[in-house]
């Protein structure tokens, strides 16, 4: 177990450094001079100078990339020369709005996905299924702008439940920061309760035709405690796995559902950066949003260990 | 060398074997029809609507669906047109504007598609078939793979700036590892085959056994694979532009009508309704013709896909 252990944490460590290669990259290869980019267009020659200075830009790149990984290391991912400030603080400002979004929203999706695949997989080609099946087609395919300008629409605009846009940290009350955290989530979680749905279904409807499964229902187990505990359990890992690899659809979403709600988090940081040409702020969040993504699927390939007892690897 | 010819097929007569299969299957027909329809308006758009989608009018800002004007036509005269989608706020026709967004899309797609099945079907085959290159390559895949993939393209338009060919490179790039990942899983488990290593036995040239003999079994999965990478690339192409970072606003994409269309959202909702529809029925489109071929080719590969 604890080779296992090591052998999946060294994986990731050339993925984490690929990764950081490329991001650091991404401001070296650019056509023209990285510093020149990075102080912007209203810049002095002195400016220019002190920055690359500052980068290091002189030095040889293996060097320039130690460099940097230093002090990224250290959390210094230098100034923001559009918003005028480290972009640490920036991240550190826009961080709370992203994480709130996205955890309602897993929450949101598990609530949903998890039972209605399950049930699709129990009533097996009923219409139940069918509905289910067609739901997850068409999550699939409408865009998670085209539905939140459709749901603020129909319930802000029209039915004025909600506020239009924004957003509310919880410290400012539980009803305030749910009233605009609703749609959003809502609108980012249609693609993704229609990948883990199907998911669901798949993998409890495998485990369903399984001897075990029969075995519960002979010595007269009740159906709920076959479905769940005999079923669902066991179908828990590539649930789970599915529910990591598609937090890369998160993670995409969130910065388009933050632009159509107008939600002051990282996604909106990034677009802004992009719109910008702010290198240092696009490397960060980059960075910052893969190792995320890097670090939590391998947290989550550690919890089968606790989730399947069969896994020893 | 007479075995030669009874040996495996030929990738294009596997392609061709497969039509027949694929058309029989409903979601197939359903999806390709909604996709033909959604060329055909984009294709004969000159014909469909006179006016040109550029064609500014301050005198008819933001009219809803189904209003009617007089438009000034590119060769001097001038016409009476209903707009069926309405105008947006620099008072341009949204029927027109869409149709023309079509081919933009479609283009989108279909390019994508073709540059990344070309580049990971060769980058799988290395990959799978010289075991030296096999570590190198899949590192970087899995690294490429480490960056979601809307975020590494808004990287990549940052990078080169926004343009057709870049933004279809740059979606492009995310969509390789996967391809890749898929093709090499066939050709490893192919290569054990024992009419590979016949082939090998007898000698022949490894070009010649890629693509005789591993490459027809690559062809269905590919099939699938692309249509899902068509749909993603429809999907990121919109969001990117939608963004502001895509295609230029020069050029009326779904994506950038959308874009304009949100300042005036609450008001004037059908500049974002009417491209918001057609953009998600046709990836729905594509979609369900990958759905329908997976299903049609090979139930086994609902698993692997």
């Known amino acids: 177990m604890l080779g296992f252990l090591a052998r999946r944490v060294a994986a990731t460590v050339p993925v984490l450094l690929f990764v950081a290669v490329f991001v650091f990259l991404l401001l070296r290869l650019t056509p023209g001079d990285p510093a020149a980019i990075v102080a912007g267009d209203n810049a002095s020659t002195e400016q220019i100078e002190e920055i690359r200075a500052q980068l290091g830009l002189d030095e040889p790149l293996l060097e320039q990339f130690g460099l ?3 002090k990224v290391l250290r959390g210094d991912f230098g100034e923001s020369f559009f918003f005028k400030q480290p ?5 550190g400002q826009r ?10 929203t897993l929450f949101i999706t598990v609530v949903v996905a998890v039972p209605l695949g399950t049930l699709a997989a129990y009533y097996h080609r009923s219409w139940l299924d069918r509905l289910v099946m067609g739901f997850s087609v068409a999550g699939f395919s409408v865009p998670v702008f085209v539905l939140g300008y459709l749901l603020i629409y129909v319930f802000a605009v029209e039915l004025r439940w909600f506020p239009v846009q924004g957003f509310a940290s919880i410290r400012e009350g539980l009803w305030p920061f749910l009233e605009r955290m609703v749609l959003p989530a809502s609108a980012l979680s249609v693609i993704y309760v229609a990948l883990i749905a199907r998911i669901t279904r798949a993998s409890v409807l495998e485990v369903l035709g399984e001897d075990h499964v029969r075995t519960a229902r002979g010595k007269g187990l009740p159906e709920r405690t076959v479905v769940i505990n005999h079923a669902l359990r ?3 890992v590539p649930i789970v796995t599915v529910i990591g690899v598609g937090l890369a659809l998160l993670i995409g979403g969130v910065v388009v559902t933050e632009s159509v709600f107008n939600i002051p988090g990282l996604g909106r940081l990034t677009v802004d950066a992009v719109l910008a040409r702010d290198y240092p702020t696009i490397q960060a969040v980059i960075l910052l949003f893969s ?3 890097v670090l939590i699927n391998l947290m989550i390939d550690l919890t089968y260990l606790v989730l399947d007892p069969r896994i020893r690897y | 060398m007479k075995a030669e010819a009874t040996q495996a097929p030929f990738a294009e007569a596997t392609a061709l074997r497969l039509v027949p299969a694929l058309l029989a299957d409903p979601s197939v027909r359903i999806g390709g029809g909604i996709l033909v329809v959604i060329a055909l308006l984009g294709l004969f758009a000159p014909l469909l609507t006179p ?3 550029s064609y500014l009018d301050p005198t008819t800002r933001n009219e809803l669906p189904g209003a009617a004007s007089t438009v000034d036509l590119a060769d001097g005269k001038t016409a009476d047109v209903t707009h069926w989608f309405g105008t947006d706020q620099l008072g341009r026709d949204l029927f027109a504007r869409v149709l023309y967004g079509a081919r933009i899309s479609l ?8 540059i990344v099945v070309a580049t990971g079907l060769f980058i799988g085959l290395v990959a799978g078939y010289f075991r030296a290159l096999d570590g190198l390559i899949m590192r970087m895949m899995d690294g490429l793979m480490a960056i979601p993939s809307i975020l590494l393209a808004l ?5 080169w700036g926004a343009g057709l060919w870049t933004v279809i490179i740059a979606v492009a790039i995310p969509e390789v590892p996967r391809v890749v990942r898929l093709v090499r899983s066939i050709v490893l488990s192919v290569r054990g085959e024992p009419y590979v290593e016949a082939a090998v036995a007898m000698g022949t040239p490894t070009p010649l056994i890629m693509t005789r003999h591993i490459l027809p079994s690559t062809i269905a999965p590919l099939i699938v694979q692309g249509t899902y990478v068509c749909a993603s690339a429809i999907l990121v192409e919109a969001i990117l532009s939608f963004l502001g970072v895509g295609i230029p606003t020069d050029i009326p994409t779904w994506g950038n009508i959308m874009a304009e269309g949100r300042l005036l959202f609450r008001v004037y909702p059908h500049a974002i309704l009417f491209p918001g529809v057609f953009l998600a029925v046709t990836i729905l489109a594509v979609n369900m013709m990958g759905d329908g071929m997976r299903d049609a080719l090979d139930p086994k590969l609902q698993r692997r896909l």
């Open chain 2, 155 to 159: 990287a990549l338009v940052a990078l």
């Open chain 2, 107 to 114: 283009l989108v797609g279909l390019a994508v598609t073709l």
């Open chain 1, 234 to 236: 066991n179908a828990a």
């Open chain 1, 291 to 293: 190792f995320a993504y």
């Open chain 1, 68 to 70: 940097w990984s230093a």
């Open chain 2, 51 to 53: 006016v040109d989608p």
């Open chain 1, 95 to 104: 961080i709370e709005p992203t994480l709130s979004l996205a955890l309602v």
């Open chain 1, 87 to 91: 972009v640490a603080s920036l991240i």
